[in-house]
C-alpha cells in the first residue's frame, strides 16, 4: 500500500510527462510509445512506476505487460533486471 505523498508524487509526475509530451507536439496518447526510465527501486519510484503503467494500461489499451515492458529502472550499479 503506498501512502498519499507517494501517490501524490507519482500523479505529479504522470502531470510533467504530459507537459513535456505536449511541448513537444505529442498528444497524451504518446505516453504509450515512450519509454521511461526511472532511478531507484524504492517505495517512491515503485509507486510512480505503477502509477504511469496503469494510465497505460487503463487509458491507451495495453496490457499491464506491454505497459510494463516500456520502464528501465537503473541504481549506482546499472540496470535492474530480473537476474539481478
Given amino acids: 500500500m503506498f501512502n498519499d505523498d507517494i501517490q501524490g508524487t ?3 509526475v504522470l502531470a510533467g510527462l504530459y507537459g513535456a509530451m505536449k511541448v513537444q ?5 504518446s505516453l504509450k510509445h515512450q519509454r521511461i ?3 531507484g527501486a524504492g517505495s517512491a519510484g515503485s509507486g510512480v512506476i505503477l502509477t504511469i ?3 497505460i494500461n487503463k487509458r ?3 496490457t499491464k505487460e506491454e505497459a510494463s515492458s516500456r520502464f528501465y529502472i537503473v541504481d549506482k550499479d546499472g540496470l535492474i533486471s530480473k537476474h539481478r
Avoid: K
Fill in 10 to 12: 507519482a500523479a505529479t
Fill in 60 to 62: 491507451y489499451g495495453l
Fill in 37 to 39: 526510465v526511472v532511478a
Fill in 25 to 29: 507536439g505529442l498528444t497524451p496518447e
Fill in 53 to 55: 503503467r496503469n494510465a
